[in-house]
C-alpha cells in the first residue's frame, strides 16, 4: 500500500478512533485535495471517485463519462481539532456550486459538485448548510445550487499517480475557483 506524500500514512487506511471521515466533490480532485491537505486537523486525504454505477472505475473510464463517478476527495479528520462544519465552509466557499455537470472549464458530470455524508449528523448539517448557502448565493445574484448530498457509497481510490498530485507537480493544472460568496459557519473549530 502507497504512504500518502505529505502526511506519510497508508493510503485507504480507515479512520482511526477519534476521526470522522467524509467526501467531497468539486471538480477536479487534484486542489481539492491541497485545499484539505492544509488545513490543521486533517489527518489524510486521498482522490478517487463516488456516487457512479460502476466497480473499481480507472480514471480514463471516469473522465469519459462512462461510469457515473464524480471526482472526489476523501478526508479523514481529527473532530476534536476542525470541525465538520469548517469542512463544508471549505466546501461551498472554494468552488462554484451552481454549475450542475461542471466547475470552469472541466466539464462532465465527473466535475459535479458532491456530498458523501456518513451519518445523520453531517446530512443534517450538509442540507442546512446548503439552505443557508443558497440564500446567500441568491442575494449575490448567483442561480440555485446543484449540489447533491447522497448517503455513504463506495469509494474507490485513484492510481497512485493522481494522490497528493500537486504536492508532486507544484505547477500543475488547479481549476479551483470560488464565487466569492462567504459561508457561514454555525460550530466554530474546537481549538
Known amino acids: 500500500m502507497t504512504d500518502h506524500a505529505i502526511f506519510h500514512r497508508p493510503l485507504g487506511a ?28 486533517i489527518w489524510l486525504t486521498e ?22 463517478h464524480a471526482e472526489v476527495v476523501r478526508v479523514i479528520y481529527d473532530s476534536s481539532l476542525i470541525s465538520y462544519d469548517h469542512l463544508l465552509q471549505l466546501f461551498w466557499e472554494n468552488h462554484d456550486p451552481t ?57 474507490w481510490p485513484a492510481h497512485e499517480a493522481h494522490q497528493q498530485y500537486l504536492h508532486k507537480n507544484p505547477d500543475g493544472y488547479c481549476g479551483l475557483k470560488g464565487t466569492g ?3 457561514s459557519m454555525p460550530n466554530p473549530d474546537p481549538i
Not at 16 to 36: K, T
Not at 52 to 68: C, F
Request: net charge neutral; charged share 15%; aromatic share 10%.
Open 47 to 68: 482522490v478517487g471517485f463516488a456516487g457512479g454505477m460502476v466497480q473499481n472505475p480507472t480514471y480514463d473510464q471516469v473522465k469519459r463519462g462512462d461510469t457515473g
Open 181 to 183: 460568496v462567504e459561508a
Open 99 to 155: 454549475q450542475g455537470n461542471r466547475q470552469g472549464n472541466d466539464i462532465g458530470s465527473q466535475y459535479r459538485s458532491l456530498i458523501t455524508v456518513f451519518n445523520d449528523s453531517q446530512r443534517a448539517a450538509a442540507e442546512a448548510s446548503r439552505i443557508d448557502y443558497g440564500n446567500r448565493l441568491a442575494v449575490q445574484g448567483h442561480g440555485a445550487i446543484t449540489t447533491e448530498i447522497v448517503g455513504a457509497a463506495p469509494f
Open 14 to 41: 480507515a479512520a482511526p478512533q477519534g476521526h470522522d471521515q467524509a467526501i467531497f466533490g468539486m471538480g477536479c480532485y487534484w486542489g481539492v485535495e491541497r485545499l484539505f491537505w492544509k488545513q490543521n486537523g
